[in-house]
């Protein structure tokens, strides 16, 4: 399958890439549990990391916590890109966040829509081309209405494409006609935040992806985006199909609760969160376990 066409000079943002849960104990975060999980991961061939998103709690998360996790990520990845969350809806902290954080090593942020003051689509392009115009590295829009309550056009996305910072689309818009003109029109790369949507994005022509399920299973999800990318499509649907029901079970109930009961059954870090986050359901928890053991017998 062929990549969209990407100047050689521009950053490649394709693959497999896990957005992480942010592990905690007695409240405050697992720092240990973290940098073990990103060499873990590492180590398990994913692409690169994003770190403070919505399964890594980071509207629980502040600055200096953000800082201090994404510091932690950057020093496990063993040199693996690493792309930062970044949201809210105060224009003036938001560019200077962004501008704080181009000062680590990162390889871009991944910035959301600003969330409940639902903007027009001019005051989305202000804001995304403002932190854009803050950041010293590339910017992916985080394109989630269902958590901002504001819908990115199809028109508006593709504006934003003509700005040399905003290299591609972190995808949970629910639009398909907008993604296919996304992907057709070249210049963004289209990586699809939804899991269960991994298969059909990537056979359409996006360029990867950034999924929550990858903390675990992590092989499994490498081959499948490796699988797709390369066009094997029957290899590929059959790495896939046993991953759905494990998707659609970490999702059954708010991310990143059942994806932590997981981690903790597996003794990876404790299965905490933070309110008004909550631990996944005993009876979820079980199913998860009693599944992750099917899919890793030999």
Known sequence: ???????????????????????????????????ALV???ASEGVTG?????STGEAAALDEAEQLAVL?????AAGGL???????????????AWARKLSERPIAGLLVAAPHYVRPSQAGLLEWFRAIADASSVPVLVYDIPYRTGVTITRETMLALAAHPRIRGIKDCGGDMGKTRAVIADGRLQVLTGEDHQIFGIMAEGGAGAIAASGNVQTPRFVRLVRLLAENRLAEARAEWQ????LVEMLFAEPNPGPLKALLAYKGEM????RSPMTRASDGLRERLVALDARLSRP
């Not at 990391?49 to 998103?53: H, Q, S």
């Not at 404790?270 to 969160?273: C, K, P, R, T």
């Open 39 to 41: 060499r873990r991961l």
């Open 1 to 35: 399958m062929p990549h969209q066409q990407q100047n050689p000079a521009t950053p490649d943002f394709s693959g497999f890439w896990v957005a992480l849960v942010t592990p905690f104990r007695d409240g405050a975060v697992d720092h240990t549990a973290l940098s």
């Open 242 to 245: 046993p991953l759905q029901p």
């Open 270 to 273: 404790a299965d905490e969160l």
């Open 81 to 95: 890109p690493v792309v930062m969350g970044i949201s809210g809806y105060h224009l003036g902290k938001a560019t």
């Open 71 to 75: 510091d932690t990520v950057l020093a």
């Open 49 to 53: 990391f994003v770190p403070c998103g």
